[in-house]
């Protein structure tokens, strides 16, 4: 990507820009990194502008780390880059986050877009967290998130790696997990009124499809779409595919 990642203040992120396009704001998992989203970048820059803010997960102190520290922190973030409205996009841990957000400022939502959520089950650290010092096991464990393993990219396990052997990372994943555990949304989904697209991987093992299928049932008018042949991160394992559907939705919601 050539898009430099901006300081400011207390908020790290990357911009495509332009202040006359409606804001594509996209939202990283636990184990996020900005390559996540390179596909949606660089096929929604001309027309978007595609805003993706590092969430603060390592660096918030340990007593505030949780899915509502998060929060907080788009919300000032959004209200730091005065956007009027957002479509948010969120993935995994993201689109829990997308969904407490819209929930609480259901004025700045556009639209909602879902892939891979937490929020209501899921099984992002499996029946153990990954072993430290063990790069084989952390590389299984990264390639299972996807159908195809070979999406799982060396650089993708190492970022993985390097978190689970930061003590200081891998105490601050656990703890956002946990609470993102006790911040299941299935009680809340109703309330959401925006337009809203739940874009899964039939064969997601963190979030399965029925988890999907269960939003789209709490969610009132929201669209599910399967990607057939595909895990945790469509966006990365299925860019096309995602792309086109993510469009059509976009571009429906203008019309």
């Not at 939202?27 to 390179?38: D, P, R, T, V, Y």
């Not at 899921?122 to 195809?148: C, H, M, Q, V």
């Amino acid at each position: 990507m050539n898009y430099e990642i901006q300081e400011v203040d207390n908020f790290k992120f990357i911009e495509t820009g332009g202040e006359d396009k409606d804001v594509l704001l996209l939202l990283h998992g636990l184990f996020g990194a900005l390559s996540n989203f390179e596909g949606i970048i660089n096929h929604f820059n001309k027309d978007y502008n595609v805003v993706v803010p590092i969430l603060p997960i390592f660096e918030m102190p340990i007593r505030e780390v949780s899915v509502s520290g998060l929060v907080d922190h788009v919300v000032q973030f959004v209200e730091f880059k005065g956007f009027d409205k957002v479509n948010v996009l969120g993935n995994s841990l993201g689109g829990h986050i997308a969904l407490l957000y819209s929930l609480g400022n259901a004025d700045k939502i556009d639209s909602i877009i879902l892939t891979g959520s937490s929020g209501l089950f899921e099984n992002s650290l499996g029946s153990t967290f990954p072993k430290r010092g063990d790069y084989n096991f952390i590389k299984t464990k990264t390639e299972a998130t996807f159908f195809n393993p070979e999406v799982a990219t060396k650089e993708l396990v190492d970022e993985v790696y390097d978190i689970v052997n930061d003590r200081n990372k891998a105490i601050r994943v656990i703890a956002t997990a946990k609470t993102a555990v006790r911040h299941n949304l299935g009680d809340k989904l109703h309330q959401i009124k925006a337009p809203t697209l739940l874009i899964w991987g039939r064969e997601d093992s963190v979030t399965p499809a029925f988890v999907g299928e269960k939003f789209n049932e709490l969610i009132e008018g929201s669209k599910l779409v399967f990607v057939e042949e595909c895990g945790h991160a469509p966006m990365m394992e299925k860019p096309g595919e995602f792309n086109a559907i993510l469009e059509d939705f976009l571009t429906e919601l203008t019309n």
